[in-house]
Nanobody, 115 residues
Framework: QVQLVESGGGLVQAGGSLRLSCVASGSIFSIVTWGWYRQSPGKQRELVATIPIYNKKIYADSVKGRFTISRDNAKSTVYLQMSSLKPDDTAVYYC?????????WGRGTQVTVSS
């Protein structure tokens, strides 16, 4: 069973930047597509960035041009560099495989963007 631990969230002013990290335990990291998801209060969890093994990265329209996803297979870690943050980006951010294959979600990391 994969264990997911997200970190790097915090409180930032609009226009600021944050870098999120997610360490995924287990030996399958390098052969799986990974993604960053987020969930705001009262909203469904949404997938905002995807990094396949070889193919082109995919971003939700709402974050395109501002967020960059990357991965380090040697460290079993996936990153999300977030820039030009907006109050609408406020959410709990999670990582998981895409699809999730039933992986248990981690606790996530809270990102709060003040206006």
């Amino acid at each position: 069973q994969v264990q997911l631990v997200e970190s790097g969230g915090g409180l930032v002013q609009a226009g600021g930047s944050l870098r999120l990290s997610c360490v995924a335990s287990g030996s399958i990291f390098s052969i799986v597509t990974w993604g960053w998801y987020r969930q705001s209060p009262g909203k469904q969890r949404e997938l905002v960035a995807t990094i396949p093994i070889y193919n082109k990265k995919i971003y939700a329209d709402s974050v395109k041009g501002r967020f960059t996803i990357s991965r380090d297979n040697a460290k079993s870690t996936v990153y999300l560099q977030m820039s030009s943050l907006k109050p609408d980006d406020t959410a709990v951010y999670y990582c998981n495989s895409v699809p999730t294959y039933g992986n248990t979600w981690g606790r996530g990391t809270q990102v709060t963007v003040s206006s």
